[in-house]
């Protein structure tokens, strides 16, 4: 077999809204021969779709409710309090600790969420949410090697904060480049199965600077650019039997309209607001008229950035709450729904025998919900709908998935604290000139294996995993949920032979557990 069999490549937010008109320009020679000549198709990502459960999606063929994430936080179970997730107490095998138990040589190269480095048969560089100074490296010596020969490995930021157009550009066209001379090393240096590299680049300043239709220049252009050379650049140091897979985490588009979910459940009575620490904050600058004004000009993901580090902190902490002796569900951003179900949470209203027609309810009113006069194109299911496994029970109750072009969520709600406030109306138009997550992942394939001009249709990031394993003649571990993707080429091995399944004996992370009453009650 040729070294790498795979070269499995990442772009964070990588999106067929830009990169199709790009293409036609003849502005992405590479990803354009990839897409016109191999395999493409979108795949559906995560609910939500954001890089936590989205990466951990596709690089462990599992759904969240196996994986116990489902956005950067997650709600403790029987509390309001929202945590960080620790990419440590994440269930799942990634899918270059399975090619590397059977014997094959791994190397992975920026993928989120790796931190800190474990084993693996080969080496292993971390990625996004790796904190400064601390280990990147396995083996460990592999750190000092490529300081040393490089003179540095770039880490995503941890605090992103209102960026200059260029100074954003200048930053991210560093990491491109380095992550590509990284693994150039590697490749240079030894010969590997397996190798995956994520960049993360357009999902970076697509939140900023959204390009106009068909832009023919510009930063987001430039960033994506320089990966499809970075791509090229990469396909000269493989063998050309290599199959070259690339996936995004999810999609990208366009932000005109902020839905606020929880103004609306406020409007119904479902949600109430509980003021305190007024004084505090007016004493030190910070009055409702000066929140709002932030609020109306940004989105929800902005505002936390764009303020000064009092303001930031008074929000983050809770100028304004919940009174959740009166609320009965409130929302996040991503579009997760919790319901204040009485013996779970601490001050629950809402009685287990109400849970599963006010869920109802509540499905019915989002489903319906208009926006000059025009009904949106919003889906709300319930979390047994689209999750499954061990850790359901620590799910949102609800996830609203809003398909609406230029629409997107607000309201996000730290535990009880509202990060924006409720500004008063259903919905308001993005102030800003940033995009928003969509469900819509980009894939395509090529090389000798992959049938040629082939449309990939039904698909999810979850099938990345299985589908990787299966070409280089691994069997799939039992409890993945994705599937091998019928991209092969007709008569190669891969499309010949059956999928072989492996026992599973993979001991799944468990969060603090419920008592079995309460599992019960919410089902």
Same mark, same amino acid.
Do not use: C
């Given at each position: ?27 992405? $020679?590479?990803?354009?021969?990839? =897409? #016109? ?34 956005? &950067? ?19 799942? @095998?990634?899918? &270059? ?17 790796? &931190?800190?480095?474990? $084993? ?19 083996? $460990? ?27 954003? =550009? ?13 693994? @150039? ?24 600077? &959204? ?45 005109? #309209? ?194 040629? @001009? ?31 993707? $019928?991209?092969?080429? #007709? ?33």
């Amino acid at each position: 077999m040729p070294k790498p069999e795979v070269l499995l490549i990442g772009i964070d937010g990588a999106t067929f809204n830009l990169i199709d008109p790009w293409v036609d320009l003849g502005y992405l $020679p590479v990803l354009g021969g990839m =897409l #016109r000549h191999g395999v493409r198709g979108t795949l559906s990502s995560t609910h939500t779709p954001n890089a936590m459960p989205a990466w951990k999606a596709v690089t462990t063929g599992k759904n969240p409710g196996k994986l116990g994430v489902f956005n &950067w936080k997650n709600k403790t179970y029987g509390s309001y309090e929202a945590k960080t997730v620790d990419p440590e107490t994440v269930g799942g @095998r990634d899918i &270059w600790q399975v090619i590397g138990d059977a014997g094959k040589t791994v190397a992975v190269v920026g993928v989120p969420f790796t &931190w800190q480095p474990q $084993p693996v048969n080969g080496a292993l560089l971390t990625g996004m949410l790796t904190p400064p100074n601390s280990d990147f490296a396995y083996p $460990p010596e592999l750190a000092t090697e490529i300081l040393r020969e490089l003179g540095e490995y770039r880490i995503d930021p941890q605090v992103l904060s209102v960026p200059a157009e260029e100074a954003l =550009l200048e930053e991210q066209m560093a990491n491109i480049n380095n992550r590509f001379h990284v693994v @150039r090393h590697l490749l240079q240096k030894n010969k590997y199965d397996f190798v995956m590299v994520v960049f993360t680049a357009p999902d970076r300043i697509q939140h900023w600077f &959204w390009p106009p239709a068909k832009a023919q220049k510009g930063t987001t252009l430039q960033a994506y650019q320089q990966i499809d050379w970075a791509i090229a650049q990469m396909r000269g140091l493989i063998d050309p039997d290599t199959t070259i897979m690339v996936v995004s985490d999810h999609g990208f588009m366009d932000l005109e #309209r902020i839905f606020h979910v929880n103004q609306l459940f406020a409007n119904l009575g479902w949600l109430v607001i509980e003021e305190r620490g007024i004084g505090w904050a007016e004493q030190l600058g910070v009055t409702k008229g000066r929140i709002k004004e932030f609020v109306q000009r940004l989105t929800s993901e902005q505002v936390g950035a764009s303020l000064p580090d009092s303001e930031k902190q008074l929000l983050t902490l809770g100028a304004f709450g919940l009174d959740m002796s009166r609320t009965r569900a409130w929302a996040w951003s991503g579009g997760e729904v919790f319901i204040n179900l009485r013996d779970r949470e601490p001050h629950g209203i809402v009685a287990p025998e109400e849970y599963n027609a006010f869920r109802k309810q509540i499905i019915d009113t989002i489903e319906s919900v208009q926006d000059n006069g025009r009904r949106l194109n919003v889906r709300v299911f319930t979390r047994e709908e689209i999750y499954s496994g061990p850790l359901l029970e620590h799910a949102p109750d609800l996830m609203i998935e809003l398909r609406e072009p230029g629409y997107a969520m607000a309201n996000h709600v730290a535990g009880t604290q509202p990060v924006e406030i409720l500004p008063g109306r259903l919905f308001s138009v993005n102030g800003g000139s940033g995009g928003t997550h969509t469900m819509d992942a980009i894939f395509t394939a090529a090389g000798p294996l992959m049938e040629p @001009r082939l449309v990939l249709q039904n698909a999810s990031i979850i099938d990345a995993a299985p589908t990787v394993l299966h070409l280089m003649g691994l069997p799939v571990p039992a409890d993945m949920d994705g599937k091998v993707m $019928p991209i092969f080429a #007709r008569g190669s091995p891969p499309a010949e032979q059956q999928v072989r399944f492996s026992k599973v004996e993979e001991k799944l992370f468990e969060p603090e557990s419920p008592a079995s009453k309460q599992r019960e009650m919410v089902r």
